[in-house]
């Protein structure tokens, strides 16, 4: 499984509107840049309360890369 599929798989359970979850890859040398595209209305529950539940996905994205040698960056997009 990729990484953009795992974000895209997370972010689909937790929204209301999963048919709007969109993920676009950039890539560069070092790093991959994943960005999250979401229902304007699902924005809060992709971020969670405090910013938690945002968290938690780039904690996901930072183990995963550990053990790929990559660094991966989730921005969450309006």
Not at 49 to 77: C, D, N, P, Q, S
């Amino acid at each position: 499984m990729k990484i953009r599929d795992l974000v895209e798989m997370i972010a689909k359970a937790l929204v209301d509107y999963p048919d709007q979850v969109e993920v676009r890859e950039v890539e560069g040398e070092a790093t991959t840049v994943l960005e999250l595209r979401v229902a304007p209305s699902d924005l809060g529950k992709v971020i969670g309360r405090e910013g938690r539940t945002a968290r938690a996905i780039r904690t996901i994205l930072g183990a995963a890369g550990m053990k790929m040698k990559k660094r991966f960056v989730l921005e969450i997009l309006e």
